[in-house]
């Protein structure tokens, strides 16, 4: 198809569909998107009484949101069991189908509701921070002020007086002041002013980039002195600033890098969020509670995700089985390219009895808590480019340095870290043996207690599309599970799914894109409807010691899936590695981050 509306087969995708089908030509897209069904499992007939089914094409966008197709995202389990079912007659003959696999029972956290969400432990965020707090809400709208104020008392637990709550003047400022357990709390109330508005490049400046860089450098200033007259000595400080999108300005005017720079100079974290938008539906717009809500996850994910606060399972490992005072530690390779240019290797662990992780990196000589870390990024005079080799080297190092002889569970990410340590590749991954050079192993006495589980995900499609059933197979007994699951001929390999998110639409699980149903406007196929898939995680038990239950130490991997306070469902990969990739969006442009004299210093 195309941006006129006109819908018909690709010229590169025509031949090879045809070669795919016993028919003697294809079905139109129109006719085939109208009634898949009849083109998937033809009526027989007096000359074809078996007759072979016509095309049947998994189809997903992968081109944007300005070239829509005819069918949407996805496949549903039960088309997938209909799909595979056909398979397994067609190829009868030259292959076998997989065993299903085993089902494992493993306790982990149930979706907490929005309030428990929105709700921060003062201690846990004391215990990640420091013992005084301070969060700046600099708004735009007198909406996204309410929506705030609303947001930071849900988290905090504050109480806002009736004049703190009402606006009476557009320059108003506020600073609200509480006490929560071994916490003290500071918020800031103002409206942004000038720091939200557009660059101003000089247009005497002839080079468009050092014009950009000029402009840019001022406005880190003022976001500096912004900053640092309001600071407070021996505070975690933190700001949510209410700001346009980048499609309201030019790449040489928007200020939103340059600001953050600046709050960085003066040890701020940040965390931005867009004015509300026109209420209704579609493309730029939102409900009444819209704000409220992303008000709420923009808190979330400042005073959460970025103090890398996380909810473990009251146990981990198997109920008849737990595995007691396990330290998780997860690898990752942070890659930017452009301006922000990194091969950047880390490690985020989670040490038993603190309820926020730590982050190593290669730079910097100890373990830091979250918030510590995402600052010390802003370190312009810190490598971000490293070789293979210093990488393999810091990854031995590091697991060398953990290695003390407790109980350790190593998470690494075979899509993001092969290209660089050949070690964890398929050919060269060997039982209990822990290489990131294939041509060289860290010493088997350098990972005493430590257990390794290497991960895939369906990235590039590299684990398979699932569905799951009942003991009859059938389609009305095909869905999702949300288990953890035994390969039948591999003893050391699991599979995790995850339970269907609250955004997946009520008919994900069974819903069929293919099947005519009954509407109000009569019999219908969605074929335009999108279906949420689950993303499958291969956990592979690659270094086990003498005693271990590979199915205890998989079942970890699948736990903590779950842990991310900040977000109710669970992730695509464990915890420690979700928050190792977000680490990544710190990573400003060396522009940004160059150091500079504040004249008025």
């Not at 509480?178 to 080079?207: H, M, N």
């Not at 038993?352 to 510590?372: A, F, G, H, S």
Request: glycine share 6%; proline share 8%.
């Amino acid at each position: 198809g195309g941006s006129d509306g006109f819908l018909g087969w690709n010229d590169d995708r025509a031949p090879t569909l045809a070669r795919l089908t016993s028919a003697t030509q294809l079905p139109t897209p129109r006719a085939l998107a109208r009634d898949p069904l009849a083109h998937l499992e033809p009526e027989p007939t007096e000359h074809d009484p078996h007759p072979h089914p016509i095309a049947g094409v998994p189809f997903r966008y992968g081109l944007g949101d300005k070239c829509k197709h005819a069918v949407g995202d996805g496949v549903s389990a039960r088309d997938r069991w209909r799909l595979f079912t056909q398979l397994q007659q067609g190829l009868a003959d030259v292959t076998r189908p997989v065993q299903p696999h085993t089902k494992i029972r493993v306790g982990t956290r149930s979706r907490p509701s929005e309030s428990d969400l929105i709700c921060i432990n003062p201690t846990h965020l004391a215990a990640a921070t420091e013992n005084h707090l301070e969060l700046t809400l600099l708004f735009d709208s007198t909406v996204m002020r309410s929506a705030l104020m609303d947001a930071a008392a849900a988290a905090l637990d504050l109480t806002w007086t009736p004049t703190e709550l009402t606006l009476v003047d557009p320059g108003q400022i506020i600073e609200h002041r509480e006490q929560k357990g071994p916490l003290a709390v500071t918020v800031r109330v103002e409206p942004i002013g000038a720091l939200g508005s557009e660059l101003t490049p000089d247009p005497a400046i002839t080079s468009r980039k050092d014009r950009a860089a000029a402009a840019s450098v001022e406005r880190r200033t003022q976001g500096f002195r912004y900053f640092t007259s309001r600071s407070t000595p021996e505070t975690a400080r933190f700001a949510i600033i209410e700001m346009r999108d980048q499609d309201s300005f030019t790449a040489d005017t928007d200020p939103k890098k340059a600001l953050k720079a600046g709050a960085l100079d003066a040890q701020v974290l940040t965390q931005n969020i867009t004015p509300p938008k026109p209420e209704g539906r579609g493309p730029g717009k939102e409900s009444e509670d819209g704000p409220r809500q992303r008000a709420r996850s923009s808190t979330r994910d400042l005073l959460i995700r970025q103090t890398g606060i996380v909810t473990p399972p009251e146990s981990l490992g198997l109920p008849d089985e737990p595995l007691q005072d396990i330290t998780t530690v997860g690898f990752w390779v942070v890659r930017r390219n452009g301006d922000s240019r990194a091969v950047l290797p880390l490690a985020v662990a989670r040490i038993p009895d603190e309820p926020y992780v730590r982050v190593r990196l290669p730079y910097v000589d100890e373990w830091l808590p979250m918030r510590r870390a995402l600052l010390a990024l802003s370190d312009t005079a810190a490598e971000r480019v490293f070789t293979s080799t210093q990488v393999r080297e810091y990854f031995g190092e590091i697991t060398a340095e953990v290695c003390d002889g407790s109980d350790i569970a190593l998470f690494t990410l075979a899509q993001n870290m092969r290209g660089l340590c050949q070690g964890l590749t398929n050919d060269n991954l060997r039982p209990d043996v822990l290489a990131f050079d294939p041509d060289g192993s860290v010493p088997a006495d350098q990972i005493k207690g430590l257990r390794h589980l290497r991960l895939r995900t369906n990235l590039r499609h590299e684990t398979s599309q699932v569905f799951a059933h009942g003991d009859a197979v059938g389609e009305s007994s095909v869905g999702h599970a949300a288990w953890l699951w035994k390969d039948v001929d591999h003893p050391r390999r699991f599979y995790s799914t995850p339970g269907k998110p609250s955004t997946a639409g009520k008919g994900s699980p069974q819903g069929s894109r293919l099947e005519a149903h009954l509407t109000k406007y009569g019999m219908r196929v969605d074929t335009l409807a999108d279906v949420w898939n689950p993303r499958l995680l291969e956990i592979t038990a690659a270094v086990l010691h003498p005693g271990d239950n590979p199915k205890a130490w998989a079942a970890i991997a699948h736990q903590h899936r779950y842990i991310c306070a900040h977000y109710a469902d669970p992730l695509a990969i464990p915890a420690e590695l979700h928050l190792a990739n977000k680490i990544g969006e710190y990573l400003l442009p060396r522009r940004e981050l160059e150091r500079f004299e504040d004249v008025s210093s």
